[in-house]
Every structure is written in structure tokens, then in C-alpha cells.
């Protein structure tokens, strides 16, 4: 049930909802009964499929652009798009980033960036960074 969790509250706070499972991951680190790799695993594909759910976003609803309750300016899309086309799929490595991270993956839907290209690079960034955080954890408590 922890690893449901964990891979929950991941998928959740890599959506445009305001959420962070950093915090949870580490805690349920903490406890010796669950294997880290585990965790790290599913955190990393639950984080993962929440950046893939704002690339399906972007990929079918770009076509509401313009509306009042469309959440991003035609301003902004114009801006990302020539940040996007100039760093192209290697952004996607920073999906793990807060804030950004959503819009990175949202905008990748929006270009049609193929899944071939989008999951790999999503799931490397992700899990690295879940990898360093629990290797960080480690470090600490274990000296």
C-alpha cells in the first residue's frame, strides 16, 4: 500500500496540480520494512506518467488557446515554443523541475513531441533526480 502511495502522490505532483512528493518519498525511506529501490521505481514512473498526462494536455487541448480559462497567454505558448525549438528534447531532462517541469512537459504535447523522444527523456530526468535524493538521504544518515 505504501508504494501505491507513493507512486499516487508522485503521478499527482508531476500534473499541474500543487503538489510535491519529494517529502513523502524520503519519508517512506526512512522506513527500513520498504526497499528504497522500490520506492525509487515507482516514484519515478509515477512522476513520470503525471508529466505524460500534461503532455496529453497540451497535445489536445492547445486548440482552446485563446479562451479566457486556457491557462496559458498566446504570449507565453509563443515564448516557450522558441525556447522549446531552440533546446529541443533535451528540456525534457528538466521536467523535474517545480514549476517548469509541468510547463516543459505541457508544451512538449503541444509540439507533437513524439513519446518515443518524451518518455525516455522524462523517465531519465525524473528518476535521476529521485535517485539523488534518496542517495542524499542515505549519505546523511548513514555518514
Known amino acids: 500500500m505504501n508504494y501505491l502511495i507513493v507512486f499516487t502522490v508522485s503521478f499527482l505532483s508531476a500534473t499541474v496540480l500543487p503538489l510535491g512528493s519529494e517529502g513523502l518519498l524520503l519519508y517512506y525511506a526512512s522506513d527500513a520494512s520498504l526497499a528504497v529501490v522500490w520506492l ?13 498526462t500534461n503532455w496529453y494536455l ?16 498566446v504570449k507565453n505558448r509563443v515564448r516557450a515554443e522558441r525556447f522549446f ?14 514549476i ?3 510547463a516543459i512537459s505541457l508544451i512538449a504535447g503541444v509540439f507533437h513531441t513524439p513519446i518515443r523522444y518524451f518518455l525516455p527523456f ?4 525524473k528518476a535521476s533526480r529521485y535517485a539523488l535524493l534518496l542517495w542524499g538521504q542515505s549519505w546523511l544518515l548513514n555518514g
Open 122 to 125: 522524462v523517465f531519465v530526468g
Open 58 to 73: 497540451g497535445r489536445y487541448l492547445v486548440c482552446y488557446e485563446g479562451s479566457k480559462w486556457f491557462p496559458v497567454s
Open 40 to 52: 525509487w521505481l515507482w516514484a519515478s514512473t509515477g512522476n513520470t506518467l503525471g508529466a505524460l
Open 100 to 102: 517548469i517541469g509541468d
Open 85 to 98: 525549438n531552440r533546446y529541443g528534447s533535451w528540456t525534457l531532462l528538466f521536467t523535474w523541475l517545480p
